[in-house]
């Protein structure tokens, strides 16, 4: 998450011609967070999935024998489709609340170092 928003912030610097990402303004700093949180969400969703169906999965009676088990079974009976199901309305609370999550921060260590100064 860290690393993309990073990355994007510098490409941001590289196509816009600037001088460093703290010229970067708030709206370049939304698309960055946004990207960061989706790269994060797409790295961990399909452990999030087979996290979910084993928290659902019966105790007396399961249906898998553990995390790998839960994967493999989810991937042969649905493809790798069914380890990003729901992925979409993830996505759409993911980039925005990331987005505002960093932006925000920049913005406020933006002013508490000009406070300080």
Not at 93 to 116: D, G, H, M, Q, W
């Amino acid at each position: 998450m860290f690393g993309v928003y990073e990355l994007v912030k510098q490409q941001l610097v590289a196509v816009k011609g600037l001088q460093s990402t703290q010229d970067l303004g708030f709206g370049d700093l939304l698309l960055a967070g946004g990207l960061g949180g989706t790269a994060f969400w797409l790295g961990c969703y399909p452990l999030d999935v087979i996290k979910s169906k084993l928290q659902v999965d019966s105790y007396q009676y399961p249906k898998y024998k553990g995390i790998m088990d839960c994967g493999r079974q989810v991937a042969a009976a649905e493809g790798m489709y069914g380890l990003f199901r729901g992925f979409g309305p993830a996505l759409a609370r993911s980039f925005p609340a990331n987005a505002v999550c960093f932006a925000v921060y920049e913005a406020t260590k933006s002013l508490i170092n000009r406070s300080i100064s």
